[in-house]
């Protein structure tokens, strides 16, 4: 059994190299019939593999798919049929590490689409492959042709706007899941995984391979790696450390009904329930004072020591400084109204 299949529609630069891939429909696990099909018309060798595919093999694959009774994928292939721009028949056997930027992307639009969570799929070495690009209004650009580009536009009488200039686009270009609630879309990052009931405000951000279970509110940032549990509010300019911004190896996520107060950040796990006072930055290695019922010290211990445990209270003592840590049993309630997205 395949890992995953895409029939996509990409940008390619003058040099025919690909710079990104749009799969509307991604599958997992697609099921072998398919797989003989796309042997058959498209010449796939096995493996992982790309497969640059003209207007007429994608008539005869569509014809195969649909005597099949794979309706859906075969629809798709006649519509694909008729694009301007270059598709890609991608195949993943199996999850091994990525060697063409069309396997990237289909990885990253699996996680997109909520076919698979964060963490579930092999992203290692993928930079190498993912092109640094001029985001336009006219699509992705090779930034070695952008200013010609540009002139061109100019003396059409139009203005090609560079929206930004990164290796990753935004994830509503390619997918908006259903549910959600996205005040700035340039700040979701395609291969993040918004659940269902998310609001995302202006200030939030989700880097790919992050993201959220659903009902959460977003106003701070969830960085590479860092999965946010349901009912959990991440106040403005929070920050999560990711394994890419200094964490380690430490995966680094968000309980269910947690609160991370405006200006807050981690950089330990948190269990369920648990609130860091807006302001306070915990580390792994933050040397933080256990109270009793009584604020009594009880000892004083490394933050990395209570990493996954539920009902805490983190704040830090006005008179002293010192980071304190008391139970917590306020489970933080969102607005389910706010979050009725559908």
Known sequence: MSFAFGIGIGTQNNQGEWLEVYYQQPIMTPDKALIDVVESALDY???????????????????????????????????????????????????DTASSTPEV?????????????????????????LPNLAWTNEGAIDLNELAERQLRARIEGRTLEVKSVDKFPQMTDYVVPKGVRIADTARVRLGAYVGEGTTVMHEGFINFNAGTEGTSMIEGRISAGVMIGKGSDLGGGCSTMGTLSGGGNIIISVGENCLLGANAGIGIPLGDRCTVEAGLYITSGTKVALLDDNNELVEVIKARDLAGKPDLLFRRNSQTGAVECKTNKTAIELNEELHANN
């Open 45 to 95: 060798q096995g493996g992982n593999q790309a497969i640059e595919a003209s207007a007429e093999q994608l008539h005869q694959f569509a014809n195969a798919l649909r005597q099949l009774g794979q309706t859906e994928q075969a629809t798709l292939a006649e519509k694909t049929a008729k694009s301007k721009r270059p598709v890609v028949v991608t195949v993943l056997a199996s999850d």
């Open 105 to 129: 992307y289909l990885k990253l639009h699996l996680i997109s689409h909520r076919l698979v969570k964060p963490h579930g799929v092999k992203l290692d070495g993928i930079f190498g492959l």
